[in-house]
């Protein structure tokens, strides 16, 4: 992300005190205690997304080199009766405005705290993390602690999936989709990243101003692995930070109203997996859902072989659950505005939360982290056998797998030390997958190095 | 109390579904299966509590009497994921305005239900109850859901004691003093009751409006125990339900910026002797806490007796902890004003917290609750030798000991089987004691039945 | 008016500079050239509603009385292009708390300079005060003025009317009304005064406080000649002065959504002649318009004397504007409810202003300022074949003409000097005028000294 | 102005029934009737600003194009005792979505109706438009009507001047220094067009949002003569129409706190010669008044010669009222911010308005409208024996003229019928102005045909 706004300013400015102006106000000696007595583990993460988010606004696509921009930045929370206070150190003078810090940035900074420590420490031992409900009721209390789950609001929540590092074309085309969302009043959501994630928040705020809108959200959705590649834009208001990608993706589709999906690479394949392994499974039947791909008309290939693999995989009716539109913001709007009226007339009907859909069925095999080792991508049961519901789970696995492979610190190194990663599977899904990933790769839609580049995965067909 | 506003209108109403509009409307799953849960005890717990509430402003002393006034009394909670609702049968008319139940009625409904129902299962293993600090948490924790603890409110609540049942001329005192409180900007904590517990807020609140105050705050705190006998006032628009008396006493001692008694019988002697008990431990030496006891000339006298008894027993240096003002509303408010000013100054330099007074030490024999056995009342040691500190605390436990024989179910009970209690004490500490008792009753400060009255104690000189 | 609340304090403040908070403080150079040019006629009514205003809350019937109570009073305008500050010098200390003036008694002050100074000026020359429309045009303009009317809100206001010196029976039934009207979430507007014009107010207080109404409009509307009798009560929060009684009635048949009138003297008679006269003119057929006569049962006598003289005097037809509830306040609100969702409905359909009654037809006649000279009060014309609308307005002219004659220092003059007013007119309608009259002595409702009182007016039958 | 966001829609939408929803929804039968009896000339002038504001965000430039585009767009206001209701016909579809009008496009609508229809009514008569008062009352009285000038307001506001075609680097530049200023709280009044008056609005906006302020204020100030041509950008908020280009730069100097003026051309050289003829007249000597001249490095030329221009003509004092700050945004803001805080001081210390500037001199010569005729043209005395103050106010008209002679209709017309203005004076002035200009036709900064250009002025040294 880039900004016209930087100035040759001072690198870091030495010291800053603060104390939250909101949620954390009030903290029992308890809580506080908590927050204090945070293992060494907590304290380093928090360290970092703190950095990630004071860091907002300039270029850092990686974390090691953040941590190496700023090796003595340090942030301290003391305990007091009226609540902590923070002691920030040599923090990125891009945070601060002569001398005092950014009021949205000190915000940040206090969600940050609020979810990675706090949260920690509040939900150990609360739930119970192996059951569907105990991970559902995770997620809710950390939403509703954070504010996003407010009561008394209507439904307008449309959540927006896409890539990170999208064309020029594809961002404006989602900033006018975010525009013409905006426009109707509808607010939004996304991973709080750079492209599509800021796109169609940038659009919406030209939108609601011209509306002159009281409620205005910008909610970014992010989680501590992600938080420093993709620090929250300068336009997100509210910020939650979930513990894990799991839970990440369960926040998403039960605070949504309505999904808009815009062309991404392999994450944004997975993240479209995983939401049709919840549509298709039987205790979602009946459940309406807003599901919107939406491309520029120069982007139209994108969604259109992800179509086909999906009706060639999952079979045809996998594909009754989203809807297409291409180049056509105004339908976008249009089509999403109709969605989350639906949800609230369903809602309504029901008795059922606006804020939160509890009624979702998400299957515990989708809220268990999957964790993407040789063995385990080895193992994924990839054919036609399999009920094209939990065919649909386990190739989001796969792509998950092949993301990790691509960029996270992690799955690169087990790439490196034993090589691609052996998909075993049906040939002719194999060969689908096969081809709709050389697509990415040949609209350089994976954050690889093209020049120098060995896939991570070898496609073993099972017969 | 009575309201001249009483119509002939039907008994009860038929029935009303509520939702709640504020605190109770967003509930997990989880906490729901809480609410639905709760055992036979507690429901008995909440429907007594809510009929309590619903019967506010007409006159009840009674328990058992408002039970056999609605026999068909029934309200049950049904869950929903948009919040739980609740089915209110046989309630009284007067809650009702053209078939609509009254919103501030309505909003004590939802205290009750908050505290009562949901708040017991919250808390259940949560918290040590055995430690100091774990029955703290607990009362921040109920104060803070019950939105009475906020964050960003400067000090400015005093808290009222006194009589319920007291005279005309010592109501319209405590009337003026909280008209004086009100038009300095000060608001009213109280038990919630009428008497010397409603006074205060109604003088509140015409000074509140002629100052055209924003903020007006009439919190009554009570616990299941009173609120039968002691229904919240009409005034109150704050209402929280604490556990029992120890943890009332708590929330009071805590929350209060200054405190003003105003005559009443033997519970009134408690308070003042548990606040003073607190303020004398040499934990809290250096603590600034304002107490005040204020009387119109007509009841100078009660006061008189009060010191004379503290002096005598505790010592002239417990005197210092409180100041006496006769006749004169306006230097009442202007002196809690004053101890206010001090509260915030006081806790601004410490970084304390300006809504919850943790800094203040409360020795833990004050948060166990005392039983009013015949075995721990002739155990109590009240002699000369005890340090003043704890003579204090165990003085407070006689005089409620005393109360509970009086007028609490329980106590009575005790007292027909097996007699008064029989106190033992130092000659000269018992009969102080005895000759204040002996005022209370010559002034028909308690609530008994004067014409054939035996007193439920008897003091038995140790030596 | 007495309140419980009076401290033994001095007499007056020494000195007090304020600043408007609200209205007065964005003025341009030329509003303010006007405020400071007021010539001395203007600047004496403007000292005295201020100290009428400053002296609220304590007793002062008397205008004469007022001003010999405070001789040194001062007050100065001084300009400023932040906005006009008052100076205020030996006001009532009564209006002080601390040295500081309570903020309602300054809102009031800044009304009376709004109202008297600069509306004065700012209206010569504007208006064609000749004209039906002018006038009502110059009333409009003062409520707006005055933010008494406002856009965006729906119809809720009850006018009421009725005596300033009533029994405590009488007293208790407009409390009782009052708080059946804002428990019902109607607001309230009178003449200011003590009596019948406080009693709904402070009940309505209380209504609308259980129902936690987040707008609660306690409107006063008065006019010079009795602001210093009927000095704003603590409740009023919005006040009007009109610059006479024409006006003033004018304002309150066009602001209210539903009258109540409550019993009261001859001024409540001409008061209710006044409506008749208009609501029975034949430009207003058809228009909807609640009156309701409300008592409580001990004073059912004052109603059905007025209802039978309305009878008798203007036929049976002008029976049917009104509506008789005696001793049910409950019905009163409900009524006066009903009526004010009629307006509603009705101004809604016609595109017609929720706050001003523009569409209502005054005759000029009921506009012209009626004076009660004798030669005026001889030759109204009272007799059957006067159109019985226009008889209701001689009716109006010459109840007028008692109550100044009775009360108001230059009727008095007049009686002096002249003698009794001379009214001529049918003997039948002379009878019955006269016993009317003859029924307020009894009951004590007129403002006169009974143990030695001479009528101010002699009934000449005129065949 | 171009927008990303503009979709293939139908041209215009058919009609739409409009209700104000602020300011004129209480308007009295007088006003409205003013309303509706405006004559042809204002009701023309009326419907070409509402066009031009229902066309914003599109592309027009030129009045009479915008006309021929929508031949058939009719706007009618129809009275109702509610409020005026507007009917619109064949409007711009952009101005709606999904068949409703924008709500800010809504609001400007309605400010065009109160400011071009409602004021020019109020106005008649009201003021004497022949004396400096006058004309000053009129400005506030307008600028107050439409809740510009607001009481209780601290001083925040900075006008940003400059052209409305500016390179990108320029525009870009504004954007920043917008940026920074609305990091440090202050708000931006601008002509409301394109170009330097969108970029500081636009870069606040960023600014405002990322501190999270409640008041976010883009004012724009317009006149009917150059709505249509600069018509009011999207995000401003808050839309006046002045009659006048005089009274448009009287509301500019008295409502900012600063001002900062970017490049442009001949127009914001007239502007910079209009406020420094008031900075130097005798009468504000010693009122502070900030003034900065803000350009991009790579525009640094265009200041250097117009400081050259005014010290070689004005002396070398006149540049003391104005400081240069080049490539540096951040500097830029924080002089701005001291300015705005000696204002504060300075008018706290007087009692002066926060909101409007009484206290600077206007001389009336600046207040008269210059009509650029070719005899005033030549009359203009232009030489050194002139006081330097007057000498400024004489080069301010002399730019006038040439911006109406290469832009304005009428002016465009007395060039083509009379040939080229003939300004004389002395042969030192004249030959700087000359290459003054001149430099703007090199730098492209006029509004002209460059490719075929002849000036529409000659200088004739007048020695």
């Known amino acids: 992300m ?6 040759p300013q001072p690198l870091t400015t030495s010291r800053d005190n603060l104390r939250p102006v909101r949620t954390l106000n009030l903290l029992s000696y308890r809580e506080i205690q908590h927050l204090m007595s945070a293992n060494v583990e907590v304290r380093k993460l928090f360290t970092l997304c703190a950095l990630a988010v004071l860091n907002s606004g300039n270029e850092a696509d990686d ?17 007091q009766s009226r609540g902590p206070i923070m002691d920030v150190r040599n923090a990125p003078a891009s945070a601060f405005v002569d001398g005092n810090m950014i009021r949205g940035i000190q915000e940040h900074l206090f969600s940050v705290l609020r979810d990675v420590v706090y949260v920690n420490h509040a939900l150990t031992g609360v739930y119970d993390l192996d059951s569907r409900r105990g991970v559902t009721e995770a997620v809710f209390d950390i939403l509703r602690n ?7 609001l209507k439904p307008d929540l449309v959540v927006c999936w896409g890539g990170h590092s999208i064309g020029r074309n594809e961002y404006d085309f989602t900033k006018e989709v975010g525009y013409q969302l905006g426009l109707r009043g509808l607010n939004i959501g996304t991973g709080c990243g750079p492209g599509a994630m800021k796109g169609p928040m940038k659009g919406a705020a030209i939108g ?6 009281a409620l205005r959200r910008y909610i970014g959705i992010t989680e501590p692995g992600i938080i420093a590649a993709e620090a929250p834009n300068a336009i997100v208001n509210e910020l939650v930070i979930l513990p894990d990608i799991e839970k990440r993706l369960e926040a998403f ?3 949504a109203h309505c999904i808009v999906v815009f062309p991404g690479g392999a994450g944004t394949a997975e993240e479209l997996l995983y939401i049709l392994s919840i549509l298709m499974h039987e205790h979602n039947a009946g459940h309406p859902y807003g599901l919107i791909l939406a491309s520029p008309e120069s982007s139209k290939d994108y969604f259109e072989d992800i179509d ?12 009754q659950y989203y809807e297409i539109i291409t180049g056509d913001p105004v339908a976008v709007a249009q089509r999403a505005k109709a969605h989350v009226d639906e949800q609230r007339r369903h809602r309504l009907a029901l008795g059922a939360s606006y804020g939160f859909n509890w009624e979702l069925y998400i299957p515990s095999e989708l809220q268990a982290p999957f964790e993407p080792t040789h063995e385990n991508m080895a193992s994924l049961r990839l054919d ?3 009920p094209s519901q939990e065919l649909a789970s386990n190739l989001r696995k796969a792509f998950s797998g092949i993301v990790a492979g691509n960029v996270k610190a992690q799955g690169v190194a087990q790439i490196r030390a034993h090589g691609p990663f052996q998909i075993n599977g049906d040939a002719e899904i194999m060969q689908r997958m096969e081809s709709l990933l050389a697509s990415f790769v040949a609209q350089k839609r994976m954050k690889i190095d ?6 991570c995965w070898e496609i073993v067909a099972s017969k």
């Open 63 to 79: 974390v090691s080199s953040l941590i190496e921009s700023y090796p003595d930045f340090e942030i301290e929370v003391k305990p």
């Open 208 to 213: 609601h101003a011209k509306q002159q809108l």
């Open 146 to 152: 954070a504010n996003i789950v407010r009561p008394n």
């Open 450 to 455: 093209y020049s120098n580049y060995t896939p």
């Open 253 to 255: 589709v039960r605070l």
């Open 308 to 319: 086909a693999f999906v009706r060639e995989t999952l079979g045809d009716e996998a594909a």
């Open 2 to 7: 880039t900004t016209p706004y930087q100035q």
């Open 384 to 386: 036609p056998t399999v």
